[in-house]
């Protein structure tokens, strides 16, 4: 498909940029439906501080349709907006930018329902359950936001800095009277947490290519058949810890289909239409 003056844009705002699947997984989704868009990379480095604001007002200024936000600039990019979901405020970042009609810029936060939608593909329920959140960085907020959001009973929260676990618990508490959020440390707590969980979630980068030998675990705690590890890391496809959980009989998740997913539902809030998903997925070369 050519460029024309008809060609609406949409792009990632990041630093680096350049590993991304999202351009080549957005335009094979924008080709297989007829659509004359095109996703493009758009670096912008942390220094000099201003260049974040630039960037943002740059996408209303060049007419683009909106834009996914990535690491570093998920926080830095929220004052440069004219409104936010309760989403992107609870978990305090923005990972995709609307343009309005009228040019105005709404930040959203598609990782937390892109999380939930994919445990729902591999047929996980998750109302009334009780679930083991691994870390307390950017993306335990959006998962804890989204395990939440969606009726689980209980999400605990481990990290080796227990403080930082124990703010999300505290930040999230006044958005959902139903679930209930406590924190601990981790490695002491798993074996004590790991035992009455229907959902464990590694949310840290233990065990990511290149570092394949990272585990988020205490090896002497076995899992059991009854559940479900998910491991948001998707390179390698399994990591120790989905190996280990494989071994003891637990369904085993990889971060894949939320990848895939939080695309699909920023598709969906762009242009109005359904993401083919499945084009998506395979676009995306994992």
Same mark, same amino acid.
């Given at each position: 498909?050519?460029?024309?003056?008809?060609? *609406?844009? %949409?792009? $990632?705002? @990041?630093?680096? &940029?350049?590993?991304?699947?999202?351009?080549?997984?957005?335009? +094979?989704?924008?080709?297989?439906?007829?659509?004359?868009?095109?996703?493009?990379?758009?670096?912008?480095?942390?220094?000099?501080?201003?260049?974040?604001?630039?960037?943002?007002?740059?996408?209303?200024?060049?007419?683009?349709?909106?834009?996914?936000?990535?690491?570093?600039?998920?926080?830095?990019?929220?004052?440069?907006?004219?409104?936010?979901?309760?989403?992107?405020?609870?978990?305090?970042?923005?990972?995709?930018?609307?343009?309005?009609?009228?040019?105005?810029?709404?930040?959203?936060?598609?990782?937390?329902?892109?999380?939930?939608?994919?445990?729902?593909? *591999?047929? %996980?329920? $998750?109302? @009334?359950?009780? &679930?083991?959140?691994?870390?307390?960085?950017?993306?335990?907020? +959006?998962?804890?936001?989204?395990?939440?959001?969606?009726?689980?009973?209980?999400?605990?929260?481990?990290?080796?800095?227990?403080?930082?676990?124990?703010?999300?618990?505290?930040?999230?508490?006044?958005?959902?009277?139903?679930?209930?959020?406590?924190?601990?440390?981790?490695?002491?707590?798993?074996?004590?947490?790991?035992?009455?969980?229907?959902?464990?979630?590694?949310?840290?980068?233990?065990?990511?290519?290149?570092?394949?030998?990272?585990?988020?675990?205490?090896?002497?705690?076995?899992?059991?058949?009854?559940?479900?590890?998910?491991?948001?890391?998707?390179?390698?496809?399994?990591?120790?810890?989905?190996?280990?959980?494989?071994?003891?009989?637990?369904?085993?998740?990889?971060?894949?289909?939320?990848?895939?997913?939080?695309?699909?539902?920023?598709?969906?809030?762009?242009?109005?239409?359904?993401?083919?998903?499945?084009?998506?997925?395979?676009?995306?070369?994992?």
């Amino acid at each position: 498909m050519e460029l024309s003056g008809k060609t *609406h844009l %949409v792009g $990632l705002i @990041g630093y680096p &940029v350049s590993h991304s699947v999202s351009p080549p997984m957005h335009n +094979a989704a924008f080709a297989k439906i007829g659509l004359d868009w095109r996703y493009v990379p758009l670096p912008v480095p942390t220094e000099p501080s201003t260049r974040i604001g630039e960037a943002v007002c740059g996408v209303r200024a060049l007419g683009m349709k909106g834009a996914n936000v990535t690491v570093p600039h998920k926080q830095a990019v929220m004052p440069h907006l004219d409104s936010l979901t309760q989403a992107a405020r609870a978990i305090g970042a923005v990972n995709t930018i609307s343009v309005g009609d009228d040019g105005t810029l709404n930040g959203d936060n598609t990782d937390a329902p892109g999380f939930v939608r994919d445990l729902l593909d *591999h047929g %996980v329920t $998750l109302n @009334g359950k009780r &679930v083991l959140l691994l870390g307390a960085g950017g993306s335990a907020r +959006a998962v804890a936001y989204g395990l939440a959001e969606a009726g689980c009973a209980t999400v605990t929260l481990l990290n080796r800095t227990q403080a930082r676990a124990k703010q999300i618990a505290a930040d999230m508490t006044p958005f959902f009277a139903n679930c209930l959020f406590a924190s601990g440390s981790m490695p002491d707590d798993i074996a004590k947490i790991a035992v009455q969980s229907d959902i464990i979630v590694n949310s840290t980068s233990l065990g990511m290519s290149p570092h394949v030998d990272g585990l988020p675990w205490n090896e002497s705690v076995a899992f059991h058949t009854d559940q479900v590890v998910y491991d948001l890391i998707y390179s390698p496809a399994e990591t120790r810890l989905l190996a280990k959980a494989k071994a003891d009989g637990a369904q085993t998740i990889n971060g894949l289909g939320m990848l895939v997913w939080q695309g699909a539902i920023a598709f969906e809030l762009w242009t109005g239409q359904p993401a083919p998903i499945d084009v998506m997925r395979e676009a995306s070369g994992r």
